[in-house]
């Protein structure tokens, strides 16, 4: 008779133990590699962006132009390309070279390492992935992971947070390519009441 | 030790219903596994086929078709891109290299590709592996081929054999570029990829074997094969193109420049990005997949508590026999409880055991036909987890006849009325 309930008694404590096993392995919630894990600042997509750079501030530049010309003229079609093309310039913020952050997004994913998701850009918004038009580059952050540290591609979709060093790389030339990137990232999924929506 | 005796014993009584029962267990087993196992496998297989391309150009199409087309070839692209196009794109100061290519012949089932020989510097796949010939080399004149490891397995090819490549993807006598023989120069490594299944051949090639097909079937003025490869075969038009570029921060940008592409309508995706939204799609067909398998269990289960049910009454003198020499009342559930457990321990590995000998034998059936390579594994832990799960829902439901036999062993006593 005890040896029936010993038996029992083993059963369930396998299931308990499979349980508890998956849910260490499913989860990467601690950032174990960042040293000053209490020095992450969060911050926003705002931050990305030079502090000199405003919408406002090139609008004002050339709102007399802007006044002077009449509607619907092809030199004010003009007027406004050259104004988009000032406003999509994107510098970079400077002041953020090699802060720990924190910041959230989506991911566009590129590369995966034994079916978990290793590098990719992150974005403000979801759908930048496909046809979407795009970010500008200092709203793009090219992030990598540790290969064993990957996101899984089922939970790719949700919102993530990303946390690491952020460094600003490259030179900028005529084709822009200086850009934000973080490597060695910790990524954590969005909890339930971290969504509002 | 000695209950788990008597219980399988008694089990004995009653084998052909019980074994019966062992192998809907089993069946449910094998579905439950085999389709977990096939979505995990096909999902790896997707995902290793194509690495460090940031985009793959073609003409204007949905993202997953070009993905399929291009990378898979699976199914078929709407246009063609011209090769003015890819020139212009691939001349771009941002774009570090472009590769094109060229689909729709095919060589007895297995598709045809022209490339250039920049496909075997930068096609990676899986983690960063590159493209190894296991012989050869890769093509240099006009009719050389390269091959992909299951085309020479499956056809018995070596270096220096002669292939006719048909039009389209299946084509009867007609068809065939019979006139073009090409000269197998090369075969590659296994990459458990599409690409095993492809025959590579330049750019010109493909232009040598169309060059008498210009109005989309043979040409009665025919061109012979060494005419044609000394005429100029520079391409009008490519299938499409995969390409890097100098840095990834501006992936978006080049995307949303081709996307908009003046000239002609072009599409440009990125094939992780599209890869993961295939797979979202896929997934929840998969999750229906995995319901029903979890049902199917559930109706093997419900067969097991039928059966124990049913022969309830034959078992109540058997009962009031155990009770007479000593067995306490609670015996007669643990018996019931072992003896289920017993059937869908048996199930699980008869299951197993089954799922093996299934896959082992389909392995190279699936993995010729649909490309998914299926490896023989160990259950993984949310495998073992659903083997836990089956033992405890049996133990659960044994409970039923436990119960119901228990009660009755208090009432009969030894003068049982059958």
């Known amino acids: 008779m005890n040896l029936k309930i010993i038996y029992l008694l083993l059963l369930l404590f396998t299931l308990v133990a499979c349980e508890n096993s998956n849910q260490d392995t499913a989860s990467e919630t601690s950032p174990k590699e960042t040293p000053q894990v209490e020095s992450l600042t969060t911050i926003d997509w705002d931050n990305l962006i030079a502090a000199s750079h405003s919408e406002e501030a090139i609008l004002a530049k050339y709102q007399k132009q802007i006044d002077s010309l009449e509607e619907d003229s092809p030199e004010l079609g003009e007027l406004y390309s050259k104004i988009y093309s000032e406003l999509d310039n994107a510098p970079l913020n400077k002041a953020i070279h090699n802060k720990w952050i924190k910041i959230s997004g989506f991911i566009a994913p590129l590369s995966y390492h034994s079916g978990n998701i290793t590098e990719f850009l992150l974005v403000p918004y979801f759908g930048a992935c496909i046809h979407v038009p795009a970010p500008p580059v200092n709203q793009t952050v090219l992030v990598k992971t540790a290969s064993d540290k990957g996101i899984k591609l089922e939970d790719s979709f949700e919102p993530v947070w990303v946390s690491g060093q952020i460094q600003l790389e490259g030179k900028k030339t005529d084709i822009g390519t200086a850009g934000y990137s973080i490597k060695n990232a910790n990524i954590e999924l969005y909890t339930e009441d971290q969504i509002n929506l | ?418």
């Open chain 2, 1 to 418: 030790m000695k209950l788990l005796t008597i219980a399988i014993k008694s089990a004995w009584n009653r084998k052909i219903s019980l074994s019966l029962a062992i192998f809907s267990i089993a069946m449910s087993i094998l579905l439950l596994l085999g389709v977990d196992n096939i979505r995990k496998q096909a999902k790896n297989t997707f995902i290793n086929t194509i690495s460090q391309t940031d985009l793959i150009v073609g003409a204007r199409s949905s993202p997953v078709n070009l993905l399929l087309y291009s990378i898979f070839h699976i199914g078929s692209a709407t246009n063609n891109v011209s090769y003015k196009a890819y020139q212009h794109i691939k001349a771009q100061k941002n774009v570090k290299w472009a590769v094109p290519l060229s689909l729709g012949d095919s060589h007895r089932g297995f598709r045809v590709m022209g490339t250039n020989s920049d496909y075997f510097r930068y096609y990676h796949y899986a983690n960063e592996q590159s493209l190894q010939f296991q012989q050869g080399f890769p093509f240099i004149t006009v009719y050389d081929a390269v091959i992909g490891y299951d085309v020479a397995q499956a056809l018995h090819y070596k270096l220096g054999d002669e292939i006719i490549l048909s039009h389209g993807l299946a084509a009867l006598k007609q068809a065939q570029h019979d006139d073009k023989p090409f000269r197998i120069v090369g075969i590659l490594n296994k990459t458990n990829t599409p690409v095993d299944r492809t025959v590579l051949v330049s750019l010109q090639g493909i232009e040598a074997i169309h060059i008498d097909w210009q109005s989309g079937t043979r040409s009665p003025i025919k061109i012979s094969a060494e005419t044609a490869a000394k005429m100029g075969l520079e391409p009008k038009s490519i299938t499409a193109f995969m390409l890097g570029v100098e840095n990834k921060m501006t992936i978006f940008r080049l995307q949303r420049q081709i996307n908009q592409y003046a000239n002609e309508p072009l599409s440009a995706i990125i094939p992780g990005s599209t890869l993961a939204y295939l797979w979202q799609t896929i997934g929840q067909f998969e999750q229906i997949l995995m319901v029903v398998s979890a049902l199917v269990l559930m109706t093997g289960l419900m067969g097991l508590l039928t059966t124990l049910l049913t022969t309830l009454n034959e078992r109540r003198r058997e009962m009031a026999v155990l009770r007479a020499v000593g067995a306490h009342a609670y015996h007669v559930i643990i018996l019931f409880m072992l003896e289920s457990m017993f059937v869908v321990v048996t199930g699980c590995l008869l299951g197993i055991m089954l799922l093996y000998a299934i896959l082992t034998t389909v392995q190279s059936f699936i993995a010729n036909n649909y490309g998914i390579h299926l490896v023989v594994n160990p259950p993984d832990t949310q495998q073992l987890l659903i083997f836990l799960i089956a033992v405890l829902l049996s133990i659960l439901l044994s409970l039923i006849p436990g119960f119901i036999a228990y009660k009755r062993s208090l009432q009969d006593g030894l003068m049982v009325k059958i």
